[in-house]
């Protein structure tokens, strides 16, 4: 819970991260994938459901598309990681990948497509892409810290 609380305070303070290529990475996507691979499924969707939250707090006027979005996909992530394919770096890279597209699809699907939105292809070309790309690069040392802090206060961890 403290880190999606830094890492939101993170995103939203004007001037600590740069926009490259016109978007920031939304770090608190990247601290959800990330707990709820360690995690069980409920646990996992709590969190996907908090840090959804504060992404729409963040990102959008309206609590629900990052919310609704992030919880289910955490919640998969966490039953899938648990139960299907085991949680280790490679495969967590490909559960970063697809989970971050899909839910920045989700996004520009609710948002910009669905109601028509004029010039929706340039936004999608100049932010949503770079989001997308930073999201799951930043994703990378937060499985790492996420790593260290599981396998250092979990004792079933091995």
């Not at 939203?12 to 994938?33: D, H, N, R, Y």
């Not at 949503?128 to 930073?134: A, D, F, G, N, T």
């Not at 250092?152 to 961890?157: D, G, H, I, R, V």
């Amino acid at each position: 819970m403290i880190e999606l609380i830094l890492t939101f305070i993170l995103c939203t303070t004007p001037g600590l991260l740069p926009e490259i290529f016109g978007a920031k990475p939304a770090l608190v996507v990247c601290v959800a994938l990330t707990v709820a691979v360690f995690e069980r499924e409920i646990p996992a969707m709590i969190i996907g459901l908090l840090a959804g939250i504060l992404t729409d707090l963040g990102y959008t006027d309206s609590i629900g598309i990052f919310a609704i979005s992030l919880t289910i996909i955490c919640f998969i992530v966490g039953y899938a990681a648990n139960n299907l394919i085991v949680a280790k770096f490679f495969n967590y890279l490909l559960y970063a990948f697809v989970a971050v597209g899909l839910l920045f699809m989700i996004y520009f699907l609710v948002i910009f497509v669905i109601p028509g939105t004029e010039h929706m292809w340039d936004y999608f070309v100049a932010h949503i892409v770079s989001r997308m790309v930073q999201t799951f690069l930043f994703s990378i040392p937060f499985y790492f810290l996420n790593h260290f802090i599981y396998s250092t206060l979990s004792p079933e961890a091995g």
